[in-house]
T-cell receptor, first 113, second 116 residues
Framework: KAGVTQTPRYLIKTRGQQVTLSCSPI?????VSWYQQTPGQGLQFLFE???????NKGNFPGRFSGRQFSNSRSEMNVSTLELGDSALYLC????????????FGSGTRLTVV | AQSVTQLGSHVSVSEGALVLLRCNYS??????LFWYVQYPNQGLQLLLK??????LVKGINGFEAEFKKSETSFHLTKPSAHMSDAAEYFC??????????????FGTGTQLKVEL
C-alpha cells in the first residue's frame, strides 16, 4: 500500500511569507503527527491530529498551526516565516494512538531566505 | 518526562565489522522504544520497535536490539556492517500525552560511517 506522502518535497520562501505543507497518511491511519528537524535542535514534535482534532501540541509559537481533514489528510501552516524556520518537516501517521510507532513521509525541505 | 540519550554522535566501522549504536532511555513507565534510520534527504524508516513483548527485537536489514531494563538501555547491533548501512540512526521513546495519543521523543542521532 502507498506510504505517507508529503508535498511539496522542496520549498523556498522569503522571510515574512507564509507556507502550507501537505501530508497524506497511509490509508486507514487516523493519527497524523508533524515533526521539525534541524541540525541544531534535532527532531522536535510539533503537533498531533486524530480524527480531525488536534490532541497535542509541542512547544512552538502560534505561527505554527495545522489541521486534519475528514479523510485524515493533514496540512500544516507556518505564518510570518523566519530564517530559523528553515528545516525538514516530517509528517508521520499511525493506525493506533502511535504507541507502536509511526510511519514517516520523506519530508518537505523548507528554506527561508 | 521521557527521554533518550544516544552515546556517540559519530561511529565509524569497517565493512564486515560489528555495528553497535548505543541508546539509553529514561522513563517512569514501561516505555515503547524504537530505532529509526535516515538516509540523506529522506524521511525516517522504522528499523525495529520494542513494545514490551520479547526483549530481543529483530528488525529489518539484519539489525536487532535488546531491551535491558536493569541498564535502561536499548542498543542497536548488526553483526556485519555493509556499505549500505551508512546513514543516521535515531533512537526514540514513545510517551503518552495528556491529551491522549503519543509523541516520539528522539535522541540526537548517531551518524554511522562504514569504511572499506
Amino acid at each position: 500500500k502507498a506510504g505517507v506522502t508529503q508535498t511539496p518535497r522542496y520549498l523556498i520562501k522569503t522571510r515574512g511569507q507564509q507556507v502550507t505543507l501537505s501530508c497524506s497518511p497511509i490509508s486507514g491511519h487516523r493519527s497524523v503527527s508533524w515533526y521539525q528537524q534541524t541540525p541544531g535542535q534535532g527532531l522536535q514534535f510539533l503537533f498531533e491530529y486524530f480524527s480531525e482534532t488536534q490532541r497535542n501540541k509541542g512547544n512552538f509559537p502560534g505561527r505554527f498551526s495545522g489541521r486534519q481533514f475528514s479523510n485524515s489528510r493533514s496540512e500544516m501552516n507556518v505564518s510570518t516565516l523566519e530564517l530559523g524556520d528553515s528545516a525538514l518537516y516530517l509528517c508521520a501517521s499511525s493506525n493506533t494512538g502511535g504507541e507502536y510507532g509511526y510511519t514517516f513521509g520523506s519530508g518537505t525541505r523548507l528554506t527561508v531566505v | 518526562a521521557q527521554s533518550v540519550t544516544q552515546l556517540g554522535s559519530h561511529v565509524s566501522v569497517s565493512e564486515g565489522a560489528l555495528v553497535l549504536l548505543r541508546c539509553n532511555y529514561s522513563s517512569s513507565v514501561p516505555p515503547y522504544l524504537f530505532w529509526y534510520v535516515q538516509y540523506p534527504n529522506q524521511g525516517l524508516q522504522l528499523l525495529l520497535k520494542y513494545t514490551s513483548a520479547a526483549t530481543l527485537v529483530k528488525g529489518i536489514n539484519g539489525f536487532e536490539a535488546e531491551f535491558k531494563k536493569s541498564e535502561t538501555s536499548f542498543h542497536l547491533t548488526k553483526p556485519s556492517a555493509h556499505m549500505s548501512d551508512a546513514a543516521e540512526y535515531f533512537c526514540a521513546v514513545s510517551g503518552v500525552l495528556t491529551g491522549g495519543g503519543n509523541k516520539l521523543t528522539f535522541g540526537t542521532g548517531t551518524q554511522l560511517k562504514v569504511e572499506l
